[in-house]
């Protein structure tokens, strides 16, 4: 494929969640350029963050490694060790199986960009740090459930 036209890359909105959470992702989108360079044994993608704006639920993976770099702006990083500035330049990375719930947050009134390279494994489990929650992906396919692995049937927030 050779060279990527970033302004042609598909574009991912909303969210894999079950409700109630799938609305915390709100202000959250992402650039699929791993996707658009037909690369398949690792993502690499642009997350965006509008302003108010966290990346996700603070989750760990089971089998896949992820690496994070900050490209615009100011986010916070909230990890099992707490809180972390991090601006233009900055990296993060997050080996498999180490259990460090993690997620960033955009808490300016700027839009925040970063870059995410993390491996896709053929069957992945990811475990949500603060909430009763896990999915696995296999296939293409999530499926949550409980961390005890009983079938995860929606509930309150």
């Known amino acids: 494929m050779g060279v990527i ?7 991912k909105t909303g969210s894999i969640y079950p409700k109630p959470y799938d609305a915390e992702m709100a202000g959250r989108w992402s650039i699929r350029l791993g996707e658009a360079g037909g690369l398949t044994q690792f993502g690499v993608n ?6 108010g704006a ?5 989750h760990w993976h089971l089998n896949e ?16 060790d707490g809180r972390h500035e991090m601006s233009v330049g900055a990296c993060a990375a997050f080996p498999a199986g180490e259990e460090n719930g993690h997620h960033f ?13 993390g491996t896709k494994a053929a069957t992945e489990v990811a475990t949500y740090a603060d909430i009763d ?8 396919t999530a499926t949550f459930s409980r961390k005890d692995g009983t079938p995860y049937e929606g509930d309150e927030q």
Do not use: H, W, Y
């Open 5 to 11: 036209d970033f302004t042609k890359a598909p574009v």
């Open 46 to 51: 642009v997350v965006v963050l509008e302003p």
């Open 54 to 58: 966290k990346s996700s639920l603070r």
């Open 65 to 80: 490694d992820e690496f994070v770099m900050i490209t615009q702006g100011t986010c916070t990083l909230v990890d099992d």
């Open 105 to 117: 947050l955009n808490e300016t009134d700027e839009e925040v960009r970063f870059l995410v390279v």
């Open 133 to 140: 929650l896990k999915v696995e992906m296999k296939d293409g």
